[in-house]
């Protein structure tokens, strides 16, 4: 269910607005998959850079761990703002793995749903 644009970057950029992530109406469920069943995020994925609030940040995958994200199975989730802009591409070297991206609203329901191989990136804007 692809309804958002899609562009070429080598991470994750988020744009959001000023409200909290308590506030923020949407989820970027961001997930790996493998045939057989999903494996965690990071598999696919080297680094995000986020933009909030007007403030960059540049992450590791292992800083994703920390309390500013939460991580639900094999899961990163993350929370957006009413106006976004997030990109993120498959950097899995091992084939065939797949990116996905699910943007969800707080009643649950799927925005957008893409997902890609190896090396093909997702962006969506708000």
């Known amino acids: 269910m692809k309804k958002l644009g899609i562009s070429a970057f080598a991470f994750i950029i988020l744009v959001a607005g000023s409200a909290v992530a308590a506030e923020r109406p949407y989820t970027a469920h961001v997930s790996c998959t493998f045939p057989g069943g999903q494996i965690p995020f990071y598999a696919c994925m080297e680094q995000m850079k986020l933009r909030v609030d007007g403030r960059a940040s540049h992450y590791q ?36 793995t797949y990116l996905e991206v699910v943007i969800t609203d707080r009643s649950g329901n799927t925005l957008f749903q893409d997902q890609v191989g190896r090396y093909k990136v997702i962006a969506v804007k708000k």
């Open 61 to 96: 995958m292992y800083q994703l761990m920390d309390d500013e994200f939460e991580t639900r199975g094999n899961e990163l989730l993350v929370p957006l703002s009413e106006s976004f802009e997030l990109s993120i591409q498959n950097s899995a070297d091992d084939g065939p």
